[in-house]
């Protein structure tokens, strides 16, 4: 089984989410590791749930911690492959660390698309993938036209207005690299409710 894109689970914080993605053939695996944010993973958390699960890679989830900081407790965390943060101006920090390098971004007006579209190919140059985020916008014929013109230049991974019913017209439609989802809480321990999650990966699935 396989799936039609490429999928980020981001904010994994327990090991009914990594096995259960593991399982649906989720690419990317992303822990936070910021100890004062509410998902935030230990070390040994982190070995506890990544030693359960294989075949997928793990990105390390940062807000506001500075590039040093960063390098410094990656180091804790064994089988990272990528960085992920939020504040533009860390990625030139970044870029020769090793690690590939998302930048989530928090897009709120189609002038925000025009600001990315203008540097796509640095980011292209620089080998950084762009986590598109929106707490504001919909995904409507204009800015579907935006995602699809800054995809068609550089990594894009779409994290906002994802539903099981638009989801496969509008990979079809932009061109995107893939797809970024959020994991949750557990219930009680070993108990989550998947329903949201398991809806959009099932429709994602390629049958053998």
Do not use: Q
Not at 19 to 35: I, K, Q
Not at 72 to 92: D, G
Not at 116 to 145: C, G, P, Q, R, W
Not at 160 to 168: A, D, L
């Amino acid at each position: 089984m396989a799936l039609k894109t490429f999928v980020k689970i981001s904010n994994i914080n327990n090991l009914s989410d990594a096995r259960y993605c593991a399982g649906m053939y989720v690419d990317l695996m992303g822990f936070n590791l910021e100890n004062n944010h509410k998902d935030f993973v230990a070390p040994e958390k982190y070995k506890e749930i990544t030693d359960w699960i294989s075949g997928v890679a793990f990105v390390a989830e940062f807000e506001t911690s500075h590039p040093d900081s960063i390098l410094e407790l990656v180091k804790s965390y064994p089988n990272l492959t990528s960085i992920e943060v939020k504040e533009e101006f860390h990625i030139k920090m970044l870029v020769n660390s090793g690690y590939g390098i998302i930048w989530k971004v928090d897009v709120k007006t189609l002038d925000d698309f025009d600001d990315l579209i203008a540097k796509a190919e640095s980011y292209k140059n620089f080998d950084v993938v762009l986590h598109l985020s929106s707490d504001t916008l919909e995904l409507d014929d204009a800015i579907i036209s935006k995602i699809k013109s800054l995809a068609s230049s550089c990594n894009v991974l779409l994290g906002f207005g994802i539903e099981t019913k638009n989801i496969t017209n509008i990979i079809d439609e932009t061109n995107i690299k893939g797809i970024c989802l959020k994991g949750g809480d557990e219930i009680k321990p070993g108990i989550r409710d998947f329903d949201e999650l398991a809806d959009i990966l099932e429709s994602l699935e390629i049958e053998d």
